[in-house]
């Protein structure tokens, strides 16, 4: 008797992608000359580095400047680039240059891991995806480029353009500042206007999600052609940026100049879903905007992009789902359009995921650090959303608080829904129906 094959599914090669190239990532970081004193890095933390990298999270445990060498700085960016892009997009870039035929198993996980609706022309838009990552980058370096060069010198303020460029639209939010103080973020620009204004235009452009560029590009300005998927992440994503940042401009920052103020608010509100950088001290910030960034965190940026978060798409639906109960109506819609109620059990089930993820964390890192629970929800959604801000506690976190963030960075690059399918990949579910009773909630 012959016995069957047992086919990887889509969801694990995804998150065994990402499993590799974090191992992989770790054990070159631990290596001598990853770091300054050239004694390379502990095992607890390469791999608390290498996830934040690849997870395009921003966390970390030693300053990126001054704890680790030009290669390790490197390697760091390679790991961000590769996690922003995805690992299956840059491993299928690798066949099609090296001229390997891309079967349909591969394009079926290519679509998976781009959240594309169709597996036809999958190749096209992978191509699509590289080529616009590169011009985007690059333009983005060559803006911040005269400004760097003037602080640092040329050698080096090319290398800060180009590092910076990257993690910003890859919503990584590691950075180099180090060198002008430990863990200082773009504090020291928070009244510059073009690095301001550069580093938020990538983070967006990022975390729009790449369906949407082709939208952009095939229809410009024509909105109503656009798919409903790039209209709900359109709409969510100014939503989210607009309205936090009135908050912000009213509710902190009292102490700067009109200028400065409209900067830092517009800031914070595009950095907090999901790029991680910083132009404000955040422990300086009352609990309200504190509580206001946890949500955003969560929120993230939108489906198949280099953000992280349960997605706005997945918040605009339960939204919407909410909205339709009140006013009893029978299915979700938007622009005229019903969703499926597949839809919005995946949603919700997200948003439960993530809630749940981001409140265990919390209470347990505050109950065994003896840390403030705000400031231990604040790193946990920032863990969990791969987003990278901190109130300055995550130096101070013990192996299980780091090993229980390493999880959720990892968990919310990877998807917790992939994590799920790619468990129960086997399981084909049960048809069957069961009697239907009544229970009233609410």
Not at 338 to 354: G, H, K
């Amino acid at each position: 008797m012959e016995k069957t094959k047992k086919r990887i599914s889509s969801p694990q090669i995804i998150i065994l992608g990402f499993a590799t190239v974090i191992l992989a990532g770790t054990l070159i970081l631990m290596l001598p000359f990853s770091t300054q004193d050239g004694s390379g890095a502990t095992f607890a933390d390469a791999l608390f580095t290498a996830t934040s990298a690849t997870c395009v999270t921003g966390l970390v445990v030693q300053d990126t400047a001054t704890y680790w060498s030009g290669f390790g700085q490197a390697v760091l960016l390679l790991l961000i680039q590769i996690g922003g892009m995805g690992v299956v997009t840059v491993t299928v870039l690798i066949s099609i240059l090296s001229g390997k035929k891309i079967g349909l198993k591969e394009r079926s996980t290519i679509q998976e891991a781009i959240s594309a609706p169709q597996v036809g022309g999958i190749i096209r838009f992978t191509g699509f995806i590289v080529k616009m990552t590169i011009i985007f980058e690059f333009v983005g370096a060559l803006l911040m480029m005269p400004v760097f060069c003037s602080d640092f010198g040329f050698p080096k303020g090319v290398w800060y353009a180009v590092f910076h460029s990257i993690s910003a639209f890859c919503n990584a939010g590691f950075d180099l500042m180090g060198i002008r103080g430990e863990f200082s973020s773009l504090t020291g620009y928070s009244s510059h206007p073009l690095i301001n204004v550069v580093i938020m235009l990538l983070i967006i452009i990022g975390g729009i999600g790449f369906l949407t560029w082709e939208d952009i590009k095939n229809h410009r300005h024509h909105f109503r052609k656009y798919r409903m998927q790039s209209k709900v992440a359109l709409t969510t994503a100014a939503v989210l940026i607009v309205f936090p940042a009135i908050y912000f401009f009213f509710g902190e920052f009292a102490g700067l100049s009109g200028g400065e103020r409209i900067l830092n608010s517009l800031f914070q509100s595009v950095t907090t879903r999901t790029a991680g950088f910083n132009t404000a001290d955040l422990a300086a910030m009352t609990e309200t905007g504190i509580g206001i960034m946890i949500v955003l965190m969560l929120i993230g940026g939108s489906p198949g992009s280099t953000a992280g978060g349960m997605k706005t798409t997945t918040f605009a639906v339960m939204l919407s789902t909410t909205f339709s109960v009140f006013r009893r109506r029978e299915h979700t819609s938007f622009f005229g359009r019903r969703i499926s109620v597949d839809v919005v059990r995946n949603a919700a089930a997200i948003l439960t995921m993530y809630a749940v993820i981001c409140l265990t964390n919390g209470f347990i890192i505050s109950r065994i650090e003896g840390l403030p629970m705000t400031a231990c929800l604040f790193e946990s959604a920032s863990a969990i959303g791969t987003v990278g801000l901190t109130v300055g506690i995550t130096t101070k976190l013990g192996l299980l608080s780091r090993t229980l963030l390493i999880l959720s960075m990892y968990i919310g690059r990877v998807g917790g829904l992939t994590l799920i399918f790619s468990a129960l990949s086997g399981n084909k579910g049960n048809t069957a129906k069961l009697p239907q009773d009544k229970m009233t909630v609410g």
